[in-house]
């Protein structure tokens, strides 16, 4: 039973110490005061504080240096991401694509090698082709610009590339299956949206870094203005 106590005063310690961190008391880089000036202020002992010193720590807001103290590292809980985007609007969302993937189509102009070339038509042929269903035509549209993001080579723009796919293939579905039954899932496939994903590969293939970059993102902002 007293554990079971001692568990739910830490809890309600760094509850406490967390509001106050939000609330701009510390900033990051600070470091707080010790054990025995925390412990009275949250009205619990010593070693809860550090319990709830440790429960932060874990969550990525405090870190204690030894022989240094405890110092801030965020100024709060950073939640999950998948969350994050769940509870984005779609509009947020394509913004942020809007940023990693200007940036990765212009390193891909830089980077790109022959297997990437290779990758990017395959998907592109694809592409035309799907249509057999709106997954699949977005499925295959998704392909394209994830082999773009891969021929950049930066491994934290392609995993948070892959994070946005699932929130974005949702909401690409749901604007699509809204369409007049009788138009194809690959009308775009052969007209204007086609030709700019050719027109950025082809950029990435001649290393036109700026004309990469340009084009990721009026594409991108057509696609916000589709989706929002």
């Not at 870190?63 to 950073?78: E, M, N």
Request: with cysteine.
């Amino acid at each position: 039973m007293g554990q079971v106590q001692r568990t739910s005063l830490a809890d309600q310690a760094a509850k406490l110490l967390l509001e106050r961190i939000r609330a701009g008391e510390w900033q990051i880089g600070a470091k707080l005061p010790g054990e025995t000036t925390l412990g009275p202020q949250l009205g619990v002992g010593r070693s809860t504080v550090r319990e709830a010193i440790r429960q932060l720590a874990g969550r990525g807001v405090l870190q204690t240096r030894q022989g240094a103290g405890v110092f801030v590292t965020a100024l709060d809980v950073s939640d999950d991401w998948d969350v994050v985007l769940r509870q984005a609007d779609i509009a947020a969302v394509i913004e942020g694509r809007i940023a990693i993937e200007t940036e990765a189509a212009a390193l891909a102009a830089q980077r790109r090698t022959a297997a990437d070339v290779r990758a990017m038509r395959r998907a592109l042929a694809r592409r035309v082709v799907a249509g057999q269903s709106t997954e699949e035509y977005v499925d295959a549209d998704m392909v394209v610009h994830r082999t773009v993001v891969a021929a950049a080579h930066n491994i934290v723009l392609l995993d948070l590339f892959d994070g946005f796919v699932p929130r974005v293939r949702e909401a690409m579905i749901d604007m699509l299956d809204l369409r007049p039954a009788e138009t194809p899932c690959d009308a775009n496939s052969s007209g204007d949206d086609h030709e700019a994903h050719a027109e950025l590969v082809q950029a990435i293939i001649d290393r036109d870094r700026a004309a990469a970059a340009r084009l990721s993102r009026a594409h991108l902002t057509g696609l916000k203005a589709a989706l929002g």
